[in-house]
């Protein structure tokens, strides 16, 4: 018996769980809409409405729970975002198959980056404290929704708050699970949830032919491909390697671009590597055990799963679920990865200035041709960090190193932030 509980306790940790939960959540309430917008854009009924979540449930399922277990690491997919939001205006018109076809040519493309390795040759030269910045950045809105909420949700935000201070006193690995009850029980007794809403169906998959029109591919293949890359796997590499995590990138581009052709049919417009819900499941309220965190990206596989098996139901969940709880939720779920992001991104003064100018530039939101802040962001590091080293080779007289300091017995030896990789195992 004793034995047994063991194993469950290691195959389900209670903050675990509540990190995918939470990922998931989050993942699923911000941007859900822009799935069932895009769909109808493409002339979807309620039926293909649901094959499409239920291929994204399922391909999303696949990747978090496959390639977490593989590296063990927490490889958390997620669905396009943006690429969704690109959707909701470009196929307006454009039939279901020829739709499909570009689900299918942007996946292809996906799939020969990491075939080919060139996408993981160029993130191996950002620096760490660009990528840490980029990763600040993108949070730093959820962040700031914990407390921005406040204004007209104290009832609901300020409770989450409070009980995830409290618990991070007395019993800091529940912190997260505890605040997301508690702003469950708040939002109840303050009436914030639309339960009249709420109903229960099963999703069923519907296969659509493929149809490859060539322009339908060059307006919208193309473009969801390229918003996919620099808008979210881009910084979803950044999280990882921020949280210290050296997970082989090609591998992770190959088999999502796989299972998102596979899928494509179905419904399944585009799979990638997540940023802002992977960064729920890599910080340490996902596990005390760096090594233990992966954990929580299969759980958000498993709900992923759920998600895509009861698509509609989720629609109402959705609907009757207040925003300010899923706002309240995220942001003290990310306090630490966001604090951890930008010690790591501050903490070599040479690489400073571009650090900020990255986390700058990121958290603006600025969109340009489509393509997200994330890209500008770390393209505006980049640049600063290039004009700013051929300044200091550029000085006449470059400054001496001061000598080193005797050590201080009275000071403990600090050490830089640790970086763990995953397990190597043969590709």
Not at 184 to 209: I, K
């Amino acid at each position: 018996m004793t034995s047994l509980i063991s194993r469950i306790r290691a195959a389900a940790p209670p903050s675990a769980v509540a990190a995918g939960l939470i990922a998931v959540t989050v993942g699923v309430t911000s941007s859900a809409a822009l799935v069932f917008t895009a769909a109808k854009a493409a002339g979807a009924g309620p039926r293909e409405i649901g094959s499409w979540m239920l291929a994204l449930g399922v391909g999303l399922a696949v990747t978090c729970v496959g390639l977490s277990l593989r590296y063990r690491a927490p490889v958390v997919t997620a669905w396009s975002t943006p690429g969704a939001a690109l959707l909701s205006t470009s196929l307006a018109g454009v039939p279901m198959g020829q739709a499909v076809g570009a689900f299918v040519f942007s996946a292809l493309l996906v799939l020969v980056t990491g075939v080919t390795g060139w996408f993981a040759r160029a993130m191996n030269r950002i620096p760490v404290p660009l990528a840490a910045a980029l990763l600040a950045g993108v949070l730093l809105r959820f962040g700031t929704g914990l407390f921005s909420t406040m204004k007209g949700n104290f009832a609901i935000a300020f409770p989450v708050f409070a009980l995830y201070l409290l618990a991070r006193r007395f019993a800091a690995r529940y912190a997260v699970l505890v605040a997301l009850a508690g702003g469950v029980v708040a939002s109840v007794v303050a009436g914030g949830w639309h339960v009249d809403a709420l109903r229960v169906s099963v999703a069923t998959p519907v296969f659509t032919a493929p149809d490859l029109d060539w322009k339908v591919l060059v307006s919208v293949g193309v473009p969801l491909f390229v918003v996919t890359m620099a808008s979210q796997n881009l910084p979803g590499v950044a999280v990882l390697r921020g949280s210290g995590y050296d997970v082989p990138v090609s591998p992770l581009m190959t088999w999502t671009g796989a299972v998102n052709v596979v899928l494509a049919p179905f419904g399944a417009f585009g799979l990638n590597l997540s940023s802002i819900t992977a960064a729920i499941c890599t910080g340490e309220e996902a596990h005390p055990d760096r090594t233990k965190r992966y954990v929580a990206a299969v759980w958000a596989g498993i709900f992923y799963l759920c998600v895509g098996v009861f698509g509609a139901t989720v629609a109402s969940l959705l609907t009757a679920m207040p925003h300010a709880l899923v706002l309240a939720i995220a942001g003290v779920g990310l306090l630490a990865t966001i604090e951890n992001s930008l010690a790591t991104a501050l903490s070599e003064k040479s690489s400073r200035e571009a650090a900020v100018v990255t986390f700058l530039a990121t958290a603006s939101g600025v969109t340009i041709w489509g393509i997200g802040s994330a890209f500008w962001g770390l393209l505006a590091g980049a640049l600063t960090s290039l004009v700013a080293g051929a300044g200091r080779r550029g000085g006449r007289t470059p400054q001496q190193p001061a000598p080193p300091t005797a050590p201080n017995p009275q000071e403990p030896a600090t050490t830089p932030p640790n970086r763990v990789p995953a397990t190597k195992r043969p590709s």
